[in-house]
Nanobody, 124 residues
Framework: QVVLVESGGGLMQAGGSLRLSCVVS????????MGWFRQAPGKEREFVAAISRSGGDTFYSDSLKGRIAISRDNTKVYLQMNSLKPEDTAVYYCAARLAVLRPGSLTAGSFNYWGQGTQVTVSS
């Protein structure tokens, strides 16, 4: 079964930077388009970023574009976050999609597998 594990979360000061990582079980990473989502208490799960299987295409939330970057290598998917704000406080989830990634499929329901999440807390 596909298992995703996030890491890199923690307590940060506003204005700082953080890099989250996600490992997909086995040797199957290239099979999936990957995404990052986040969910704050009492809010819906929100799209953050996504990357195609090859890494050739990336997509970002309009509200976060310019201060985040998604990337991938042979073993992991990363989310670089800069200029952190208290509003970034949330549980961040890594997700995998079997089908080809398309701009119209950047929703939580379009992803097939999910990690347990990693907490990011940003203080003012």
């Amino acid at each position: 079964q596909v298992v995703l594990v996030e890491s890199g979360g923690g307590l940060m000061q506003a204005g700082g930077s953080l890099r989250l990582s996600c490992v997909v079980s086995g040797r199957t990473l290239i099979t999936y388009a990957m995404g990052w989502f986040r969910q704050a208490p009492g809010k819906e799960r929100e799209f953050v970023a996504a990357i195609s299987r090859s890494g050739g295409d990336t997509f970002y939330s309009d509200s976060l574009k310019g201060r985040i970057a998604i990337s991938r290598d042979n073993t992991k998917v990363y989310l670089q976050m800069n200029s952190l704000k208290p509003e970034d406080t949330a549980v961040y989830y890594c997700a995998a999609r079997l089908a080809v990634l398309r701009p119209g499929s950047l929703t939580a329901g379009s992803f097939n597998y999910w990690g347990q999440g990693t907490q990011v807390t940003v203080s003012s």
